[in-house]
Every structure is written in C-alpha cells, then in structure tokens.
Antibody, heavy 118, light 106 residues
Framework: QVQLQESGPGLVKPSQTVSLTCNVS??????????WSWIRQPAGKGLEWIGR???????RSNPSLKSRVSMSVDVSKNQFSLKLTSVTAADTAMYYC???????????WGHGTQVIVS | VLTQPPSMSLVPGKTATITCAGN??????VHWYQQRPGQAPVMVIF???DRPSGIPERFSGSKSGNTATLTISRVEAGDEADYFC???????????FGGGTKLTVL
C-alpha cells in the first residue's frame, strides 16, 4: 500500500515562498503510472486542488493559483515538491499530497501538513 | 462549479442521499470522498459508482443528468463526516471539488 508523507516549514511570513515536499513509499513515482497532486484545505472549509505532476515533469495547475505555483519531481528520492510564491494569510491551510488514480480521483492521501502565513 | 447541500442530518438506520450538481457533469466521471474530523479525505466512490476495496457496500454512487448522488444506506454513527464530490474540468484541465456536505448522525 502506497503511503505519502508531507513535510514543510509550518510557519511562513507574508510575501515569502512556501516549499512543501511529499515523500512516497510503497510505490515508485518513476513507474510513470500516476500523476501526483497537491490539495489544500483552510480550517473549516472545503478542498481546493492546487496542481499535479507526472514523473515526466508534465504539470497541470489550478488556474486560480497557476501564476504562483511551481512543482517538481525527484524520481531518485521518490518525492515531489510544491512551491507557492507571494503567500498571504489566505494561503493558510492544511496542505495534502495525494496520488491520482488511473481510474479517476485521488485514491491515496497523506496526512497533511499545516501551513500558517503570519 | 460543483454544488452540494452544506449539511444534512438523520437518525441511524436511515438512508443519506447527498447530491452534487454541475453543468455538463454528465460528461465527466464523479468521485466522492469522506473526511472525518481531523483526518485526511478517503475516497469512497470513484468513476461515478465504483467502490474502492474496503469501502462498505452501504456506500453507492449514481449520476443522472446534471446531478451525481452519493447514497449511504443504513447510516451509522461512524458515517458522521464531511463528504466532497470531485470531477475533472477538461476545459481548463484541473480537478474541481464540491463545497462539501456535513453529515450529522443524530
């Protein structure tokens, strides 16, 4: 069973860039079978998809965040990463990484990492 | 945009019906997630009506016209959670989530 684990700084100052990493175990990103997504959730609110990346480097992003989002993948470390620039208080949220199932949807999720912009 | 009712409540043993409405939703596959308090979402339905392994048969999905539906039969206290629908917006190539429905079991 694949497992995903997010890591990040926790606290970020406004206008800075937040960098998050998702480590994948129990499966290889390099297999090229899956896309790998980032999703966030402000406290008490709904889910917002940020973007996704494939082992080939192909990416898709939410149009509302596209100008501030960059993603990368490190197949050798079996991890993928997210950078979100020019953060504001509105970016305070729980950030999840998840695997995109080839049958649709996100079939495996990490536990999430909290990002507070203050 | 995917529209869900914000909340619903019912007593144990009853059937919960959670809707997800969206333009052209009939053209896309819809997926459903359960999120218990303090936990990450868990997929309960994919491809409109399929269940991942380990999800009870009480959970079922369907779609008609511009509305997808998650049905939970014989609701239990452990089903109390937020439920989100999801679909792929092919026009702009991104996942879209519904606003979520909070299910309360009285």
């Amino acid at each position: 069973q694949v497992q995903l684990q997010e890591s990040g700084p926790g606290l970020v100052k406004p206008s800075q860039t937040v960098s998050l990493t998702c480590n994948v175990s129990g499966g290889s990103i390099g297999s090229g079978i899956y896309y790998w997504s980032w999703i966030r959730q402000p406290a008490g609110k709904g889910l917002e998809w940020i973007g996704r990346i494939h082992a080939s480097g192909d990416t898709r992003s939410n149009p509302s965040l596209k100008s501030r989002v960059s993603m990368s993948v490190d197949v050798s470390k079996n991890q993928f990463s997210l950078k979100l620039t020019s953060v504001t208080a509105a970016d305070t949220a729980m950030y999840y990484c998840a695997r995109d199932s080839p049958y649709g949807g996100n079939d495996n999720w990490g536990h999430g990492t909290q990002v507070i912009v203050s | 945009v995917l529209t869900q009712p914000p909340s619903m409540s019912l007593v144990p043993g009853k059937t919960a019906t959670i809707t997800c409405a969206g333009n052209n939703i009939g053209d896309y596959s819809v997926h459903w997630y359960q999120q218990r308090p303090g936990q990450a979402p868990v997929m309960v339905i994919f491809y409109d009506s399929d269940r991942p392994s380990g999800i009870p048969e009480r959970f079922s999905g369907s779609k008609s016209g511009n509305t997808a539906t998650l049905t939970i039969s014989r609701v239990e206290a452990g089903d109390e959670a937020d439920y989100f629908c999801q679909a792929w917006e092919s026009g702009s190539d991104h996942w879209v989530f519904g606003g979520g429905t909070k299910l309360t079991v009285l």
